[in-house]
């Protein structure tokens, strides 16, 4: 079993950038696979990234693969999420996922969770 905790989020103007922090508790953090979701204000949960055990396979929605960028230091027990010019629309509350296996892209196949960290884009 794993914790993750997302750190890093708050207020920044568009333009600017954020970079948020999921870290883990456990010894077998590099067994799992780690992603990134968001969630605005009256709407279903989106897939951002995910990046497998090694960080040799990554993911990234097309709605944010220019944008962000996910990393990982297993050593740190931490994902890392990139985000540069961030655009109001970016506002949401970012989470961090983990599961066993194989990257996956949609948050029912995540079975850890983290809490959840604000994100905010002023214009």
């Known amino acids: 079993q794993v914790q993750l905790v997302e750190s890093g989020g708050g207020l920044v103007q568009a333009g600017e950038s954020l970079r948020l922090s999921c870290s883990a508790s456990?010894?077998?953090?590099?067994?799992?696979?780690i992603g990134w979701f968001r969630q605005a204000p009256g709407t279903e949960r989106e897939f951002l990234t995910t990046?497998?055990?090694?960080?040799?396979?990554?993911v990234r929605a097309d709605s944010v693969k220019a944008r962000f960028a996910i990393s990982r230091d297993n050593a740190q027990n931490t994902v890392y999420l990139q985000m540069n010019s961030l655009k109001p629309e970016d506002t949401a509350v970012y989470y961090c996922?983990?599961?066993?296996?194989?990257?996956?892209?949609?948050?029912?196949?995540?079975?850890?969770w983290g809490q959840g960290a604000q994100g905010t884009v002023s214009s």
């Open positions: 456990g010894r077998t953090f590099d067994n799992y696979v």
């Open positions: 990046i497998n055990w090694n960080g040799g396979t990554i």
């Open positions: 996922a983990g599961r066993r296996g194989s990257i996956a892209a949609e948050s029912q196949q995540y079975d850890y």
